[in-house]
């Protein structure tokens, strides 16, 4: 026990024992909530994380005594590998490189990713069904539709693209400009943008600026992993387009993780 | 037991460690977390909404979690490893046959590595999609983003390191592709690898990135990210009105 402060020595009377330091914005956590919403946080937040903890350790523990990491031969710069491919969180990036300009694939497209996922929070700024997944039961399904969209649009311009691509098609006629950066870029933005479009056109009363970055967010990542599979999983010898239960030289994608 | 806990909680020894008592009482469970360096991140009382397994999915905890664990991984190998051209890829191939656990070591090492890609996309999407990247939490949704460029450079930095043909042309590939900018393009790749080809003077520099540059920035954004979830309210469940 500390010893209990002799009150009436150190507040005499009339003293004013607060003062209003500063007026904060900040959301408060508990207002509008009764002691009812909330429990002490040991142990169960402590319990919880352990546990999370203990279980991402025990699975990646099992996975490692039964999978070996691969290891080839000594590094040879003289002879190269076939597929040469990049780690498999960048061939995403690698495989948009087949289909058009590597200073669009590789540097303005990443470049764009980046400043569009940065600048999400400050262009959609209404807190209302924060902390609520896909905040209303409509933002869940144009994510629903977006995502199945993108799925289907992806892969069919990616086989498109290497069945009939640009590059080739008008070689000579046109310059390279516009088969390797103008024709590619804006193919893939529109198909990109079409569902946010559809929302901002066509359905304008009833859409709000979160129901838009949900469209274009979900055509992103669904994007992101479409173009990273179809590089890590169907890409074989030669960097051509295979299935990946059929590749040629025993060529194994996994090997490569 | 009772008696036993009681002199122990109330000794001089315990006392001198931990500033509360045994926390099975509330004052006791609020200085726990007051007076603890690790738990004092978190507030004393919990929204439950917040704990709820169907909001965070405890995903932005695993990364953590992740981090560390590659942090002591990464360490241990350390004591084997030499970023020499002539000495790296025979280090490696004797850590897995000749020291004791070295393949398991180097195991953990790696597939933790593509995990915390894996885990901290997956956390990404989590915030976006339950909304919570909204102000007040907008900057700390930049820090994510930093974070995640960093866990990719950090995992492409340690790609190298193995000097294999793997590690060899994916890293010749992947700078290829920061080569493609037409102005500072070239200067970029000459940067990161040190000379006009993937050689030792890249590999020291990947090294030197992936063990020291990389993972200090980490911890020093993942320190800020995580005050910042405390400072910006706790997680956005906690606006959730019913
Ligand atoms: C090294 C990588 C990262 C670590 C260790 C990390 C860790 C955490 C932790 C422990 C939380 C508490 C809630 C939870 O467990 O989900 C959290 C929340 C949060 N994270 Fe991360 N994070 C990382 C990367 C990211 C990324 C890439 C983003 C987004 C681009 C991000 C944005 C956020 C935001 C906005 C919150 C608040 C969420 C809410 O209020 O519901 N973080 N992070």
New interface residues.
Partial sequence: MTDSLPTKQVFTKGTKTYSLVEIVKAPLTMVEKGPDHTLFAFPIVAILELLLTLGMTLALLIFSLFKNAPLEELANPLVTTDPAKAPWYFMGLQELLEHMHPTLAGVILPALVVLFLIAIPYIDQDRTHAGKWFSTPRGKRITLFSAIYTAAAMPLFVILSSMFPPRELFRGVLPDLLTQSVIPGAVLFTLALLPALWLIVAQRKQTNTREVMLALFTVFIVAAAVFTLTGFLFRGPGFKLYLPWNMPNGYNPFDGL | MTTLINFVTHSRLWRSFFRHGM?DN?LD??L??TTNIF?HL????????S?RA??SM?LG??TL??F??LTITGVLLMFYYVPS?ERA?VN??DL?TKVPFG??L???????A??M?LITVLHM?RV???????????FN??VG?ILL?LT?GA??TG?LL?????????I???TS??S???FM?PIIKKILLGGP???QESLIRFYALHIMIIPLFMALLISLHLWRVR???????????D
């Fill in positions: 926390p509330p469970r609020s726990v977390m738990f978190h507030p004393v009382k919990v929204n439950v909404k704990i169907g909001y405890g905890v695993i979690a992740a560390i664990s051209v890829f490696i191939v897995q393949q398991l180097r195991n953990l090492h790696r597939w933790g593509h995990l890609v999407a976006f999609y339950t909304g919570a990247y909204k102000p007040p939490r907008e949704w930049g983003v460029i990719l995992s492409f790609y193995p000097w294999d043909q793997l590690s060899f042309w994916a010749t590939v992947g592709i920061a493609y900018e037409p393009g080809e993937v050689g400072k910006d309210g706790g997680l956005a469940a906690n606006e959730v009105k």
